[in-house]
């Protein structure tokens, strides 16, 4: 068996937040270790619980995605990130890329695209 | 030649004047080319008659051409104006000047006579006259403008209808009144300024509240020309006043109008932008989940149940494309950005295309219309282009807009079947076409829709740049 990759995710909707979780944690080779509904939790779990990789909604209260990536940068600098996001966010989208982004998933993309993404970034990490 | 020689020839030779001699009992004893050619008679036929022979009958009644000499006699010379008979009976318009001629002694040796035909000139004298009557009769009667003289410091020197009309005064009341009487307390320094300003720049044009004779207020424009005689000197003032008290209404209606539509446009475009949030973040949002949630259930499913579970995810799937193009139209135009034509290319390029329709847009517009406007210029195309979209299977879409009677002519046309006529089977299209039209009509503009079964439909619609009223 592989190693576990420890993820972190982030999503103000309640309802994306848990249907992400189960998603990853329905992997045998990935584990969820905590969820956040604003951009500040994100950055103090990440702190906590330095994830392998970090599953950030752009658009969410507290600073949204360009905050909770900034910070997740300096306080776990070795947690890789992916933006969750609508798919008109794309002024967002330069900007998180230019702070570290790994890759920019569009949401309505399959469950299959969702954990392969975080397979490569959770990768990255390792090496 | 000796010089009386020559006066003598140059007396024949003219021709503008009549020139001869009389005798002290008024017979003619010398003749001219020049009396030859006013009066009609050659001199072999004139010499030796009565001077009387040129004189209307009611003059000789008068004892006019005696009266002539004897003024002559008495003055040195005696000049008269009046009607000359021709050799023919008509009638000519004369200028004449008789002489007594005296020798040495004084004694009286007859009469030179000069006369001018100066009917020619009578004539035009007489239609200057009666030119400048109907002009006075015009100005007299104009009802709309006030127009009157004011002498050079102000005073009131004549009156027309309209003023008496406009301001309520009627002229033997006004004149010689100072026209400061017309001008609210406020702007009692007005008049001397306004004067001051017409001398010095010949002309003058303003607009302000003036007062009626009854106290009451009227809008006025008014324009003062400085009137200079010949010698160069102030001789007064023209003034023409109108009352512009309901054009101003109507043009404070108008951009009343204009603010409302600025604000109904600047709402409707809040209202879709919240609706695409709310549509964004909640229902697709949802839709998302719902989606990964049914992906996470069809693999713990048997087999033979899996193919309807890729079916709902597909369905919700595809639910959530329709959502994302409702956002797209929802969304916040960028003409504040970018102006009308760049988006509306980014519209066909990013929107249109990827339906599959072939586009082209020509664009000649002189200037960008006011944003109000733009946007709604910008939702009728949309609204139109949806409507290609939905309803026309058409391969291709053309728009052109063009500047055009103070406004914007857009046409967008299809090649697709054309619109059914009519179409009581499908209310949303008639619900869309509907409302393209208030859109144009609220902007004070038309919107029409031409249709052929097969040959495709197009679409015509026209906003003023600046709105205008409303026609009941």
Redesign the interface.
């Known amino acids: 068996m592989t190693e576990q990759f420890r993820v972190l995710v982030a999503d103000d909707d309640p309802m994306l937040r848990m249907a992400l979780s189960e998603v990853i944690a329905a992997e045998a080779d990935l584990h969820v270790v905590a969820t956040a509904a604003d951009a500040q939790e994100a950055a103090d779990l990440a702190e906590r619980h330095t994830p392998d990789v970090a599953l950030i909604d752009v658009r969410m209260p507290g600073g949204g995605g360009t905050h909770a990536t900034r910070e997740i940068r300096t306080r776990s600098p070795r947690t890789r990130l992916l933006a969750f996001s609508a798919y008109d966010d794309s002024g967002a989208a330069e900007e998180l890329k230019r702070l570290g982004v790994k890759e920019f998933l569009v949401k309505g993309i399959t469950n299959a695209e969702i954990v392969a993404a975080v397979r490569r970034a959770g990768a990255d990490a390792e090496g | 030649m000796r010089p009386d020689d020559g006066y003598r020839l140059l007396v024949q030779g003219v021709l503008d004047y009549a020139i001869f001699m009389l005798d002290p009992d008024g017979h003619i004893t010398s003749w001219n080319a020049g009396a030859q050619q006013i009066k009609g008679y050659r001199e072999e036929e004139i010499l030796g008659k009565h001077f009387s022979v040129f004189y209307p009958p009611e003059d000789i009644a008068a004892g006019k051409p005696w009266h002539e000499l004897d003024q002559a006699i008495r003055h040195g010379r005696v000049e008269d104006e009046g009607w000359r008979i021709r050799k023919d009976g008509t009638r000519f318009w004369a200028d004449v000047v008789i002489t007594a001629l005296r020798d040495e002694t004084g004694e009286l040796r007859g009469f030179g006579k000069v006369t001018r035909d100066t009917t020619d000139r009578r004539a035009a004298e007489e239609a200057l006259r009666a030119s400048e009557e109907r002009f006075r009769l015009l100005v007299q009667g104009v009802r709309d403008h006030a127009i009157f003289m004011l002498d050079p410091d102000g005073h009131i020197t004549s009156w027309n209808t309209g003023a008496q009309q406009i301001k309520g005064y009627r002229e033997e009341e006004i004149l010689g009144k100072h026209f400061s009487v017309f001008y609210p307390p406020e702007n009692a320094d007005l008049p001397k300024k306004e004067l001051v300003r017409a001398s010095r720049d010949g002309r003058l044009e303003t607009e302000g509240w003036r007062i009626r004779k009854d106290g009451t207020r009227f809008w006025a424009n008014i324009v003062i020309t400085a009137m200079y005689d010949d010698t160069g000197t102030l001789c007064g003032f023209g003034k023409v006043t109108r009352d512009m008290t309901e054009r101003r209404a109507a043009e404070q209606a108008l951009s009343e109008r204009r603010r409302l539509l600025g604000h109904l446009v600047e709402a409707q475009e809040l209202e879709r932008r919240r609706i695409a949030w709310d549509v964004?973040?909640d229902s697709?949002?949802?839709m998302?989940?719902?989606?990964?949630?049914l992906?996470?259930l069809a693999?713990r499913l048997p087999a033979e149940q899996q193919e309807l579970a890729a079916q709902l995810d597909e369905a919700v799937?595809a639910s959530?494309g329709r959502l994302?193009g409702l956002?797209?139209n929802l969304?916040p135009t960028t003409i504040d950005q970018h102006g009308l034509v760049p988006s509306l290319a980014g519209y066909l390029r990013d929107v249109v295309r990827p339906w599959g329709l072939e586009t082209s847009l020509s664009a000649e517009l002189p200037n960008e219309p006011p944003m109000p406007v733009a946007i709604t210029l910008f939702r009728i195309c949309q609204e139109a282009l949806t409507n290609v979209h939905k309803h026309a299977r058409a391969t291709r879409v053309d728009v052109t807009l063009a500047g055009k009677d103070g406004g914007t002519l857009v046409r967008v046309s299809d090649d697709g079947v054309g619109l059914p006529d009519p179409a009581p089977d499908d209310p949303y299209r008639h619900f869309g076409l509907l409302e393209m039209r208030e859109r144009a009509e609220i902007a004070g503009g038309w919107w029409s829709v031409t249709s052929t079964p097969g040959g495709g439909t197009t679409i015509q619609f026209w906003l003023p740049t600046a709105p205008t009223q409303e026609e009941e």
Do not use: P
């Open positions: 964004h973040d697709i949002q949802a998302v989940a719902v989606g990964m949630r992906q996470l693999g799937r959530v994302r956002v797209a969304r």
